[in-house]
């Protein structure tokens, strides 16, 4: 059974990227961080790219800027990518949530599980193939094991993530090398092995797939209201 979105054209995936984009602006379904954000940091880049990558939760620069890794570990990133013939505008960014935790403590699982619908209709609309999970939060997440990152960097595997199969790749979070300086060398191995995971391509599609769930629409929502200041963040996205 098809889901319906390998039908859509490149620009009706966008549209329905921005109708997800205003839903999430909306969204107060976890009140703490709905009530301390400063903006909804949704993702950034490629609309129809093959590779995205996926951290944990927004940091202070990303919350006040509403794009994610804007500060030291997407500096960071962008070299990363640099060194292997790409840039950001190659490849679609997001987290786990949308919303800083306030302290930037960890994500809450409760804010996991009601973040999560938003990433897999991200991972659904923009096709991917590769998605590189940075750090522990996302590797876990996505693979819905507790294994941690350490044993798992490196090591590419084929899993469905709801309606599409993906070569998940879990790497170290930039951020861990900034901290510990000789853990740069084996995020640059890792890294180096992007463009031979691109090569292959998209892994076999499933056939049969569940309905989708309505869970978006039924959460608690606030009256969206969009500012040039958001207008312009959307043109950021490279959802046009």
Known sequence: MSSGVDELSPSERREALKEELAKAR?????SELASTRKTVVFGAGNADSDLMFIGEA???????????????????LNTLLGEIGLSRDDVFIANTLMCRPPGNRDPLPVELSNCHEYLLRKVELIQPTVICTLG????????????????????????????????????????????????????????????????????????????????????PQATPTQSEHERAEVDQLGLF
């Open 26 to 30: 909306a969204c107060v379904r976890c």
């Open 136 to 219: 522990n939060f996302s590797t876990k997440l996505l693979r819905g094991d507790p294994t941690g990152i350490t044993r798992l960097h490196g090591q590419p595997e084929v899993l469905t993530l709801g309606r599409r199969a993906v070569r998940l790749y879990p790497i170290y979070h930039p951020a861990a090398a900034l901290y510990t300086p000789r853990m740069l060398a084996t995020l640059r191995e890792d890294f180096a092995r992007l463009p031979e995971l691109l090569a292959l391509g998209a892994p076999e599609q499933p056939i049969d797939v569940p309905e989708p769930k309505e869970p978006l629409d039924a959460a």
């Open 58 to 76: 927004p940091g202070a620069s990303e919350d006040k800027q509403g794009l994610p890794f804007v500060g030291r570990a997407g500096q960071l």
